[in-house]
């Protein structure tokens, strides 16, 4: 595994952002750390990236999930969240989440996110 600095030069410049539209989110891309899935279950860590407006509907957390919010402002269920916040949202949460401002932040997931009817 090699050594990396992710400051903002770095995410800016040499993260390889996707668009990410799974399960209904809006303006939202993903820069993806790792991901030690296998058979649906185990680990991933990301960046993400909400634009002014971005939306995410209602999810389910199996496992624990951990926010850093890097830049702007995150909100969810739990309220606002400036640069700076860290979150730990135990397994079984559920939480929408979405930026009026736009946002950057690191996500850890335990285990893969599970998306709600409705």
């Not at 990301?46 to 995150?74: K, Q, S, T």
């Amino acid at each position: 595994i090699m050594h990396k600095v992710f400051d903002k030069q770095y995410r800016d410049n040499e993260l390889n952002w996707q668009p990410y539209g799974a399960d209904g989110r809006q303006n939202v891309h993903i820069a993806r750390l790792y991901d030690a899935r296998q058979d649906g279950k185990g680990p991933a860590a990301a960046i993400l990236r909400y634009a002014p407006g971005a939306r995410v509907p209602a999810h389910l957390h199996p496992g624990f999930e951990l926010i850093l919010v890097l830049e702007g402002e995150l909100i969810n269920d739990a309220g606002r969240h400036p640069a700076g916040t860290l979150e730990i949202c135990p397994p079984g949460s559920v939480h929408a989440l979405g930026s009026d401002k736009g946002c950057t932040f690191l996500v850890v997931w335990e285990e893969p996110v599970v998306k709600l009817n409705g």
